[in-house]
């Protein structure tokens, strides 16, 4: 039997296709965080400060309360004035019972430029936080003339309808 090279590459092309994507917020160390656009800036001198509320769902009720449906959520965290920096100073998901589940940037702080954006993303199977997930975003700023955008972006793909919504950032408390 005779094999066509268009027949083995498709092969191959399937093959590689059906393998694992990497985890978007893995490092080359493992650790959980996004290495792409982080850059650390320690001991910046802050004259505002903000905490920031960020409701995500990991998953959402479909039908009733026992039948769920799967989220992958993104946090985007986008800093919107054209000059001046931002400043994040933690990165915290909680979940619906308001335990604290992960720390993202671990007493860093994370440097956003000017109209730089940064996302955290809960991948679909990751349950931890349920129906009422949240980030808490502690951040600050040389000027209070800045005005970041904080959104979580949910979105499910894994039934014949597809589903996806929009959050947004409340300040919580602000100095």
Not at 14 to 36: F, M, Q, T, W, Y
Not at 38 to 56: G, N
Not at 70 to 88: E, M, V
Request: net charge negative; aromatic share 10%.
């Amino acid at each position: 039997m005779k094999i066509s090279l268009f027949h083995l590459l498709s092969c191959l092309l399937i093959l590689v296709s059906c393998g694992e994507s990497p985890n978007p917020n893995l490092n080359k160390k493992g650790e959980d965080v996004l290495e792409a656009n982080e850059t650390y800036f320690p001991d910046a001198k802050l004259t505002h400060h903000d905490t920031t509320y960020v409701p995500i769902y990991s998953d959402i009720y479909s039908g009733s309360f026992h039948m769920k449906i799967l989220l992958t959520a993104t946090l985007s965290i986008r800093n919107t004035s054209l000059y001046d920096s931002i400043f994040i100073n933690d990165v915290d998901y909680y979940d619906t019972a308001g335990k604290k589940v992960r720390s993202y940037l671990k007493g860093k702080q994370l440097l956003l430029l000017p109209m730089q954006s940064i996302d955290y993303v809960i991948e679909e199977e990751d349950k931890t936080g349920g129906t009422g997930a949240n980030f808490i975003i502690n951040w600050g700023a040389t000027t209070n003339k800045v005005n970041p955008i904080f959104q979580g972006v949910m979105i499910s793909t894994s039934t014949q309808q597809g589903i996806s919504f929009l959050t947004q950032g409340v300040s919580i408390k602000q100095d």
